[in-house]
């Protein structure tokens, strides 16, 4: 069966990554990750609902000084990977606007799922302190044999 859909080549898509993640070591002196962007809007967001409590706490304080939401790198990243994937989806012909779901679910239970899946996720990078981006991207590359692990194990 023909998937009508146009995806990007995934060997063109890899080394895109590779180089924008070598890009990211070099200028940034750092990899990619996004559980640090992340965790700044979750305490932007706090801190409109419940100032003082993110004043008292020593570990969310740090995050909101010097400029609060935009004073990290990581969030710019974040909205560029959001931007990136408007781009690619227009230029391989597929911006669309819908809901992809299987015959056997509807819209409301599709949508569901995946916010639950994705709080799930940012949950366990939490606990985890870090993300799949930066553990397998950037640990990856800088050969660390944990990354590679957990990289394997997500794969197999």
């Given amino acids: 069966m023909e998937r009508s859909e146009r995806f990007w080549n995934p060997y063109l898509a890899g080394v895109a990554l590779g180089l924008v993640l070598l ?10 990750g996004a559980s640090g962007a992340a965790n700044r809007f979750g305490v932007q967001a706090l801190a409109v609902l419940a ?32 931007l990136g994937g408007i781009v690619a989806a227009f230029t ?14 509807s819209t409301a239970a599709r949508l569901g799922f995946a916010f639950g899946g994705g709080l799930l996720m940012g949950v ?33």
């Fill in 23 to 32: 890009a990211t070591f070099l200028i940034m002196g750092q990899g990619l």
């Fill in 92 to 105: 391989a012909g597929r911006l669309r606007r819908g809901v992809i779901k299987g015959p056997r679910i």
């Fill in 124 to 156: 366990a990078a939490r606990l985890a302190r870090g993300c799949t981006s930066g553990q397998a991207l950037s640990g990856g590359a800088m050969l660390s044999v944990g990354s590679w692990v957990f990289m394997l194990s997500v794969f197999a």
């Fill in 51 to 82: 100032p003082g409590h993110v004043e008292a706490q020593s570990q969310w304080a740090g995050l909101k000084s010097g400029g609060g939401l935009l004073d990290n790198w990581l969030v710019f990243e974040v909205l560029g990977v959001f």
